[in-house]
């Protein structure tokens, strides 16, 4: 649905910040693709421009793709933000500019909702969700779009149900311009893990989509010519395990229809493995990652963080379980724990080996607002405000120790022979269990064989010529080819150049430690 009853038109500009460089947003891996400028579409910004008043014009710009202009800030009467605390700068920064052009600023996001205070120069705080506090933003821009006198807060007590959701306006985004396209089904998790902001920001009983919602949305994606990767954004897939089951089948017969033209990828808690019947209509749907929030391999600090349903099967067994499904599990490792001992990273490196995950994301730990640890160190004393930090952590081991020992981590996980050698694994034993697919006509089109030779033109070049590397990625791809996977050697190619890349840089501490913290590496994403 959309806001109703207004009469009035404002033209609205809607603006998304510039990510600070992180693991995991791939940006070394752009390079190597047919255009790729961006991580994934912004969900709630999207949806916002989606839910505004029907004759509201309404430009869309991501400065991962391109700056803000003068002529947009011209043409526009007011400007939407949204975005989380690691583009808390940024989002200062586009307030700053858009108040050169007196215009009012509202913001919305994560963010935002977490930590009002970051924001003090915004006109208008949109806290919380999509709901009553969105009708009164935009009753009251109807009225007057000039900038108030004081800063506005508009907290959301009334949700908009998300069954009511309009399909986020994909439409105004350059969607081929995005490494993965995005869709969300719920919202909210269950659980409780002490450094998550899940639970308190969107709540612990999921909101949902309907089944027809998602597939009008992939419908519309499909229209906006996504052919590749699309991954659910949900905070845990199987946050509610009834409304999955309930959506998978739906999955399954558009995957039918479409000829299987989307790759999807979730987030959902290890536990999953306990579900055949969920990976199997996953299979089906033709999922083939899940990002697992492992955290750790050690249980006593799954246990001190709350994350005890890591444990219902034992981890090795549980990631097994859902590669013999074809899925691929990417998993989230966080070190600088208070459980942390000071062989930690040689536990975590022997993990890394056997558990043949490819992609690990391993930050240091961020004591995020609105956590239980965040109120737990709050009252320990043990927040450092101090953006030169890769942590705003006081660990229990001395920081230098847990930062090289991180930075060692990094190296060693990601030296390329290492990680081919994971990659091999899944080529042998997971992917061979995804479902076969018909080669449709989508596949032979003319489009998709030039963006495949343009590609690859670039991973022979940029890794198998110019790379230092090139010795054990020409071992990988040579047998690819030899087996005719060739999108199975691109996507492999592209995401362990950038973790390759990624991991280098963070070694010697030219990347931060934290998907989270605000210290920033601007340099690293040129957007303009
Ligand atoms: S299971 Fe995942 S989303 Fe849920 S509270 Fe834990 S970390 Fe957060």
Known sequence: MRAQGIETVRRILCIFPRYTSSFGTFEYAYPLTDGVQAFMPPQGLLVIAAYLPENWPVRFVDENIRATTKEDFEWAEAVFVSGMHIQRNQLNDICRRAHAFDLAVAIGGPSVSACPDYYPAFDYLHVGELGDATDELIGRLARNPSR??????????????????????????????????????????????????????????????????????????????????????????????????????????????????????????????????????????????????????????????????????????????????GMEVVSGIIMGLDTDKPDTGEALLAFVDESRIPLLTINLLQALPKTPLWDRLERANRLIDDEARDSNVD??????????????????????????????????????????????????????????????????????????????????????????????????????????????????????????????????????
């Open 148 to 325: 108030p006198d004081q800063q506005v807060v508009l907290k959301t007590a009334d949700r908009l149900d998300m069954s009511r959701f309009p399909i986020p306006a994909y439409e105004l985004a350059e969607i081929k311009r995005y490494f993965l396209a995005s869709i969300q089904y719920s919202s909210g998790c269950p659980y409780q893990c002490e450094f998550c902001d899940i639970p308190g920001l969107y709540g612990r009983n999921p909101r949902l989509k309907t089944p027809q919602q998602i597939t009008a949305e992939l419908d519309k994606l499909l229209e906006c010519g996504v052919t590749g990767s699309v991954y659910f954004v949900d905070d845990n897939f199987i946050g509610n395990r009834k409304a999955a089951v309930e959506l998978l089948p739906h999955l399954v017969e558009w995957q039918k229809k479409t000829g299987y033209v989307m790759r999807l990828a979730c987030e959902a808690t290890l536990n999953i493995a306990k579900r055949p019947e969920i990976l199997e209509k996953m299979r089906e749907a033709f999922f083939i990652t899940i990002f697992c929030g492992i955290e750790t391999p050690d249980p006593d600090a799954l246990k001190a963080m709350h994350k005890d349903h890591n444990m219902m099967v034992p981890i090795l067994e549980g990631i097994r379980t859902i590669n013999s499904y």
């Open 395 to 528: 660990f229990l081991l001395p920081y230098d120790q847990v930062v090289s020992s991180w930075r060692k981590c990094m190296e060693i996980a990601y030296q390329p022979e290492r990680l081919y050698a994971r990659y091999q694994y899944q080529v042998d034993f997971t992917y061979p269990n995804r479902l076969k697919i018909p080669v449709t006509p989508e596949q032979k089109s003319w489009a998709n064989i030039k963006r495949g030779l343009i590609m690859l033109r670039n991973i022979f070049w940029k890794v198998g010529v110019l790379g230092d590397y090139r010795k054990v990625f020409w071992k990988f791809a040579l047998a690819r080819l030899r087996h005719g996977d060739i999108e199975g050697l691109i996507s492999s190619a592209m995401i362990g150049h950038h973790l390759i890349m990624f991991a280098r840089a963070a070694s010697v501490g030219q990347q931060n430690a934290s998907n989270y913290s605000i210290r920033l590496r601007e340099a690293s994403v040129p957007a303009e």
